[in-house]
């Protein structure tokens, strides 16, 4: 390259640069946090002035009061902050360890959920992993099928927390899933909410 084509391609570069890599990132943020603020957040799930998780992340509340979903990597809240990991966190299919995983999941499950487990076994969504670990979503038949032991556990009745559950029903979001899907972290703040109540 000569010297009279040097300054002029570096010029170009600078430009390039500074355009797509300076202006437009923070034009596309700045619009989305005018007009999406929430969403261009992570869509966070707010209780009591605190962040319980993000909207499409999974971020389970821990005890036997609360919904469960899939198994995972799943993010978690620390000193006010969220943080999230993402990975596979599922064994293959041809792994002779995933059927010991899967059998221990759903030991572990039939124990959390005692009364559930008289009526049906439980269901195998809630025994196997997502890809990426991460999803906030199970089928309905999954959060339906946990309703006894956690209106146990809050001494509510069932009626109650099944229409609390039927509340935060959704068409699946992917095409795997046939049927309606609940998306766990709302309905275990909306939980939160109606004990709160009585």
Known sequence: MQSN??????????????LTGVAYPLLVTGVAQ????????????????????LAWI???????????????TQAV???????????GSNLGPRNPQLRTTVEQRLSELRKQFPLA????????????????????????DAALWQVPDVAAARHLSTGEVRELVM???????WASVDGP??????????????AARH
């Open 181 to 194: 899907v609940v998306t766990v972290l709302p309905l275990d703040v909306a939980l939160d909410a109606l």
């Open 77 to 87: 809240v620390r000193d006010g902050g969220l943080l999230a990991a993402s990975g």
């Open 34 to 53: 005018l007009v999406f603020p929430a969403q261009a957040n992570g869509s966070p799930i707010m209780a009591a002035g605190q962040t319980k998780g």
């Open 117 to 140: 487990a008289q009526i049906s076994p439980p269901p195998l969504w809630l025994a196997t992993a997502s890809a990426s670990g991460l999803d906030p979503q199970i089928p309905l």
């Open 167 to 173: 509340q935060h029903v959704a068409a699946p979001p």
């Open 5 to 18: 084509e040097f300054r002029p391609t570096l010029v170009v570069l600078a430009a390039a640069t500074l």
């Open 58 to 72: 999974a971020q389970p509340l821990v005890g036997p009061h609360y919904f469960v979903g899939r198994p995972g």
